[in-house]
């Protein structure tokens, strides 16, 4: 039993104790070194990582506001590539420049009021024409026809008119003479029955003599009454017949003039004085009516006609002016006298008439270049317009150091614009240096050294 005993233990307790055996092969005994080793520790800690990354944040925001303060990014420019222009306080003036074609202030157009063939070509396109003159001459053979018959019928009814009133004088006559007889036969008769009655009273006549004078006296009084009252009656239907008659035949008078005029118009002559332009007419030709043979330019003044884009169209009223270029040397005032609401591909168009002069020797569909003002001028800081828009929006520029060795970034605010200005909100001073050209090659610099 000891023996089985002792083994076992020597095995349980040697792995323990290799480390802390003696020369004598005897182990240690109360010291516990047979049984302890040693654990070694990181020195990566989540303290010291934590104080590691904060030190470097602390050093790059250091390092961050150094270069804030010391001017950023920064790149090298050649200063003669730039265009440097200055800040400076004046008036403003919001305009757009446009384009507009001469035209005459006035022009007659001429169209053909009946249709016909043309038979003759009095005048030549380019050519001055007085008013009145004959400028062609159409032929129209229904027209004429209907004049015929227009004229046939108006002589129809002026003869039936005629003959009425001849019947009516007729009639009148008669009566006066019927008139004539049954007054001589009353008078007659009263004075026969006057003396019959003074004889009757006396019975020396009978009853049968002094009734017949009686009789015969009433008789003619009552046929006098109904001839005057059928008289009358007939001259009433009469004129009646008269009136309409002659209504009718005014009517057909106004007709036969018309067709007249309409006859005339066939040789159409100018309404007005002026030049002779876009004339097309030729010998032979079946026009319709209302074609249109040309136009005729009144020579009182000019006009300019602008297409101008749909995004003005609020903006562009009657009574705006305009300048143009120098024409001759000179520069000229127009005035917005009419604007079309109609747009058309995207634009609209007005037009613009010259306030005092008119320039010399300006010819129609000659082309003239102005500026046309959206507003009154008003006091603001200017800064002129370059090739930064495209880059910036005109929300930043570079402004030059007061040494004008550096130029370093700015924010602006810019309000309205014209082709030569924008208008400063805020950001800049009247004075300060800006560099106006593009910034396309700029990249993200905050400060441009100037060489």
Do not use: C
Request: aromatic share 8%; charged share 25%.
């Amino acid at each position: 039993m000891s023996d089985s005993n002792i083994d076992s233990s020597s095995k349980l307790t040697t792995p323990l104790s290799t480390s802390g055996n003696n020369g004598n092969g005897k182990g240690s005994s109360g010291s516990g070194e047979g049984v302890d080793r040693r654990i070694e520790t990181s020195w990566w800690t989540r303290k010291r990582i934590a104080m590691i990354v904060g030190g470097v944040a602390f050093v790059a925001l250091i390092a961050w506001g150094l270069s804030m303060t010391t001017g950023g990014q920064r790149l090298n420019v050649e200063q003669e590539k730039l265009t440097i222009s200055t800040v400076e306080r004046g008036p403003f003036q919001e305009y757009i420049p446009q384009t507009g074609n001469v035209l005459p202030r006035t022009t007659v157009y001429l169209d053909a009021p009946e249709g016909g063939r043309i038979e003759e070509v009095f005048a030549v396109e380019g050519s001055r024409v007085e008013e009145g003159e004959p400028l062609l001459r159409l032929s129209n053979n229904d027209l004429q026809l209907r004049l015929l018959s227009a004229d046939a019928q108006r002589i129809e009814q002026v003869n039936r008119l005629q003959d009425m009133r001849f019947r009516m004088e007729q009639n009148a006559l008669s009566l006066r003479q019927q008139l004539a007889e049954m007054n001589y036969n009353i008078t007659r008769l009263e004075r026969e029955h006057a003396r019959n009655e003074e004889l009757y009273e006396k019975q020396l006549i009978s009853d049968q003599e002094y009734q017949q004078t009686a009789d015969e006296l009433a008789f003619y009084r009552r046929n006098k009454d109904l001839t005057l009252e059928g008289y009358r009656q007939d001259s009433l239907r009469m004129a009646t017949q008269l009136d309409q008659m002659e209504a009718s035949v005014q009517r057909m008078e106004s007709n036969y003039e018309v067709l007249q005029q309409i006859l005339d118009n066939l040789v159409v002559r100018a309404p007005v004085s002026g030049h002779l332009t876009a004339f097309d007419a030729e010998i032979g030709q079946i026009r319709s009516s209302g074609s249109r043979f040309g136009q005729i330019d009144v020579l009182d003044g000019y006009k300019v006609r602008a297409a101008i884009d749909e995004f003005y169209i609020a903006r562009v009223a009657r009574g705006q002016t305009a300048t143009t270029q120098p024409i001759g040397g000179q520069e000229y005032r127009l005035e917005v006298t009419r604007v079309y609401p109609e747009v058309r591909d995207g634009r609209f168009e007005a037009d613009l008439e010259f306030v005092d002069a008119v320039p010399d020797g300006i010819r129609r569909g000659q082309t003239i270049r102005f500026r046309l003002e959206l507003g009154d001028p008003a006091e603001a800081l200017l800064l002129p317009q370059g090739g930064f828009y495209q880059t910036t929006g005109g929300n930043w520029v570079y402004v030059l150091t007061p040494d004008g060795d550096e130029a370093v970034r700015r924010s602006i605010r810019i309000g309205r614009q014209n082709p030569q200005y924008f208008e400063v909100l805020s950001g800049l001073q009247p004075g300060d240096r800006v560099v106006t050209s593009s910034y396309d090659t700029f990249g993200d610099a905050d400060r441009l050294v100037l060489k």
